[in-house]
């Protein structure tokens, strides 16, 4: 099965990503009259997702370009090992905190074919990790550890024998391709969403917020 095709047959098998996950996206994407329904909403007349921008040069600076994930909020630079980078066919780009987040992305913009999908080399040398193409990237998926906006961390290698000795290193790692890892995040999507507005409500109460709306 061609990439694209494996990613939109993925996307449309969870289109029922959970909404909720979404404050940061829905808050940038709709006038506050309006509700979130479907991605149909968030399109433009010429069929371009309102949220995304089209850049020429997507990997140049793209912690500068999109410091903050609009799925969870996080800050990119502070997970640059986890962050993703994904360029659309219409050449629009969505910057992500992690593999987690660039699957809704994926679910969401149905309509726009990924070109090219990045990750930070976790395997690179220095604090903020370069970015590579995922296509030539091994995974390496290990539930022995927390990953970012997941129970499970997912991290990408571009030198395949720096994530063999990472795998080598944790009873249960396993290697993955960029599918598969994909096709993990989907499979945990659930229990993540549930772990992550569990925790986002207890640091809620703790700080005594209340969410908008609420009583």
């Known amino acids: 099965m061609k990439r694209r095709d494996f990613l939109a047959a993925t996307a449309s098998a969870t289109a029922l990503v959970p909404l909720a ?6 808050e940038m994407a709709m006038n506050p009259a309006e509700k979130p329904v479907s991605p149909m909403q968030w399109t433009d007349e010429n069929g371009l997702t309102r949220f995304l921008k089209v850049d020429p040069d997507p990997v140049t600076d793209d912690l500068g ?3 903050r994930c609009p799925y969870c909020g ?3 630079a502070m997970f640059s090992a986890s962050r993703h980078l994904i360029v659309y066919e219409n050449d629009t780009v969505d910057g992500t905190c992690s593999i987690h987040c660039a699957a809704i992305s994926l679910a969401l ?3 726009a074919g990924p070109k090219a999908i990045y990750a930070g080399d976790a395997g690179a040398e220095g604090e903020t ?7 030539a990237m091994t995974y390496v998926i290990d539930p022995a550890k927390p990953g970012t906006m997941s129970a499970v961390s997912k991290l990408a290698f ?3 024998a720096k994530a063999e000795a990472a795998a080598a290193g944790s009873a249960g790692a396993s290697l993955a391709d960029f ?6 995040a989907y499979v945990e999507m659930a229990k993540d969403t549930a772990m992550i507005r569990k925790r986002r409500g207890e640091k809620r109460h703790d700080m005594g917020l209340k ?5």
């Open 65 to 67: 370009k999109y410091p």
């Open 129 to 135: 990790k370069p970015l590579a193409d995922t296509a």
């Open 179 to 184: 599918d598969t890892a994909l096709m993990a």
């Open 74 to 76: 996080m800050m990119r």
């Open 21 to 26: 996950a979404l404050p940061a996206r829905a």
């Open 158 to 160: 571009a030198d395949r």
């Open 211 to 215: 969410m908008p709306g609420s009583h």
């Open 109 to 111: 913009n149905m309509d």
